[in-house]
């Protein structure tokens, strides 16, 4: 049985704990984005600290997947992941979790999400049964009476501006408006400080991502052949994607046969200094991406205009001066996936007119 608002009357109620609100204690902010979104939420983090009270905890509840990227988060907050499948699909686990979201007695609640769903993350928010603060939910035909309805969990809606925004600077003005605090822009930096040391090489590296889970984002292997023509003859070049990427996308294993080109899977965390020292990272706009460019590693992101006015490119009062971003103007540039042209399934439009020559 999947969730749905009638069983969660029963979940919930069965979660419940007896109320005590002088025992309320920390702040839970909900961020069930994916890794993408993980990384870029580590530079306006800082920014959602203010709401704890004096001696307060602050945790952040992030998606299972996403939780790779917890390693970047202030070392002050608490990590807690949640299983999304699991959630909304085993009843045990889903009332496991709102029965822990309960206990925890959270004196606030903060969604940081725009793109809400009414029975995941609205869902717990609701279990810990404290005070909510959100932004108005993006508009979802399909779920939006359920969203309308949720609405009266918050004590607090901030109107974070139109449905294409650039999903930092709605973070960083829901931020100054739970605050109280008037900030400039956000530089799209991690904190120094919570960053590994640079790896050393002993060749120089370039490092390319030309993986995506959306594979309409991809460009083909042959896209590569001229950067990797261009490189001086002392370049090391590394693909890099999760353990399955090649089994998936077995025509990139042609460019593993050129006696420069390696390939390396490993986590983000442990990959993360030698990215820090690579000469150049060029990357679809994938969460390794962002990490590349967040860290201080010159980036070159092959962006699809699905994503433009959201994601990438960076607004310029953000944008570190080590990215650059290659992408092809569309008239139809913001529809967030919504591809209208024929074969988009098997690459976008504005993937297949990206030129190599232009990078």
């Not at 918050?154 to 960083?172: E, I, N, Q, T």
């Not at 962006?303 to 990438?312: L, Q, T, W």
């Amino acid at each position: 049985m999947r969730a749905s608002p009638l069983l969660d009357r029963l979940l919930l109620r069965l979660a419940r704990v007896k109320e005590s609100p002088e025992l309320k204690n920390g702040v839970l902010l909900v961020a069930a984005g994916g890794l993408g979104d993980a990384v870029l939420l580590m530079a306006v983090l800082d920014r959602f600290l203010p709401l704890a009270q004096k001696g307060e905890q602050v945790t952040l509840l992030m998606r299972a997947d996403a939780a790779k990227m917890g390693f970047l988060a202030p070392p002050e907050v608490e990590i807690l992941s949640v299983d999304f499948t699991r959630l909304a699909s085993d009843i045990g686990y889903r009332l496991k979790i709102f029965r822990d979201m309960a206990a925890k007695r959270f004196r606030l609640a903060v969604s940081l999400d725009y793109l809400r769903h009414p029975l995941l993350d609205e869902a717990l928010i609701k279990a810990t049964g404290g005070e909510a603060a959100a932004m108005r939910a993006k508009p979802w035909e399909k779920y939006q009476s359920q969203l309308d309805a949720n609405q009266a969990l918050y004590k607090r809606l901030y109107d974070s501006g139109p449905a294409l925004f650039d999903k930092v600077l709605r973070w960083a003005a829901f931020a100054g408006w739970l605050t109280g605090k008037s900030l400039p822009p956000p530089v799209l930096a991690l904190a120094e400080a919570r960053l590994p040391p640079v790896e050393s090489h002993a060749t120089p590296t370039v490092y390319i991502q030309p993986f995506s889970a959306v594979k309409a984002k991809q460009s083909p292997p042959d896209f590569y052949l001229p950067l990797l023509d261009a490189l001086p003859k002392d370049i090391k070049v590394v693909l890099l994607g999760a353990p399955k990427d090649l089994e998936r996308n077995d025509e990139f294993k042609a460019l593993l046969e050129r006696p420069e080109v390696s390939f390396d899977a490993r986590p983000f965390k442990d990959l993360l200094p030698s990215l820090r020292a690579a000469r150049l990272v060029v990357s679809v706009d994938t969460a390794l991406m962002h990490l590349s460019a967040l860290s201080g590693a010159p980036t070159l992101c092959l962006a699809s205009a699905a994503y433009a006015g959201e994601i990438v490119p960076y607004p310029a009062d953000t944008c570190p001066p080590s990215v650059r971003f290659l992408m092809a103007e569309m008239a139809c540039k913001g529809c967030l996936g919504v591809c209208i042209y024929p074969d988009h399934q098997r690459i976008y439009p504005c993937v297949a007119r990206l030129d190599a020559n232009d990078a």
